[in-house]
């Protein structure tokens, strides 16, 4: 339990992916702080199962697209836990359109809880992380380098999400925190559903591994970014495809 007596946030924790890397970190000893923002009732869920590991579970309600409600959900964080040593950035909305489609509102939306979001949380975060040892892990997506149908708002912001993890490893290294980001291909969860169109989505399902990215996966990697087994990856974005990237169909 290498996490033992930590403290994480993980935003968008209630399903899927999230919820997954909560109670993998809860597991490893960390109390977690699980964000949602419209899923009381799978949020509470998580916190229990958080709990019957032995470790601290509190949910805090929070659209991470909305400053204020960042601003609230860390001034709860500080006040009750009075540190933070794990943020993942893990929130992540989008409306499945083309470019041509895509109008003003779905692009700022997506953007703002995206991308904006790593970026407010990790200013919040660093400021809790003052002993040194902070780790920021957040996750992207290969949507961010490769074309898929429906899929140019989201994968434009997690671009810029990759980007500004490089940006902020080396702006927060000399704090002693670390930062980086996983990047998924199609990972079987309830919002591939979003994007299950077409032959380019159905080939992610079977990488050369043999088998489709879980949730479990990118919560192990993202645990061993949160060990002192990562210190000196930083800024790196770590591709978990099963080797579809290497073989594109």
């Known amino acids: ?3 033992k007596g930590k403290v994480a946030l993980v935003t968008g924790a209630s399903r899927g992916i999230g919820r997954v890397i909560a ?3 809860a597991e490893e000893g960390a109390d ?3 964000n949602f923002f419209r899923n009381r009732q ?3 869920e998580t916190a229990r199962d958080i709990e019957a590991r032995g470790v601290r579970a509190r949910v805090i309600r929070a659209n991470v697209g909305d400053p204020d409600r ?7 964080i500080e006040s009750e836990f009075g540190r933070l040593d794990i943020l993942i950035s893990n929130a992540a ?3 499945a359109r083309s470019a041509m489609d895509l109008d003003v509102k779905g692009w700022q939306w997506t953007m703002d809880v995206n991308a904006r979001a790593l970026l407010l949380c990790a ?3 660093s400021r809790l992380m003052e002993g040194g040892g902070g780790k920021i892990v957040s996750i992207s997506s290969l949507g961010s380098s490769f074309v898929w149908p429906y899929y140019v708002g989201v994968g434009v912001s997690k671009a810029a999400l990759e980007a500004l993890t490089r940006y902020l490893a080396v702006e927060l290294a000399p704090k002693g925190i670390s930062v980086n980001a996983v990047a998924a291909s199609a990972v079987r969860t309830e919002s591939l559903r979003l994007y299950d169109a077409e032959q380019q989505i159905e080939a992610l399902k079977t990488p050369p591994a043999g088998r489709m990215v879980t949730p479990e ?3 192990n990697v993202v645990c061993f970014l949160c060990s002192e087994d990562a210190f000196m990856i930083r800024g790196q974005i770590i591709v978990i495809d099963g080797g579809i990237s290497l073989a594109p169909r």
Do not use: C, K, P, Y
């Open 217 to 219: 996966d990118v919560a």
């Open 42 to 44: 799978a949020a509470n």
């Open 123 to 125: 200013q919040h975060a």
């Open 32 to 34: 977690v702080i699980i």
């Open 23 to 25: 109670i993998r970190l």
């Open 70 to 76: 960042i601003d609230q959900m860390f001034e709860t």
């Open 1 to 3: 339990m290498f996490l």
């Open 93 to 95: 909305s989008g409306v």
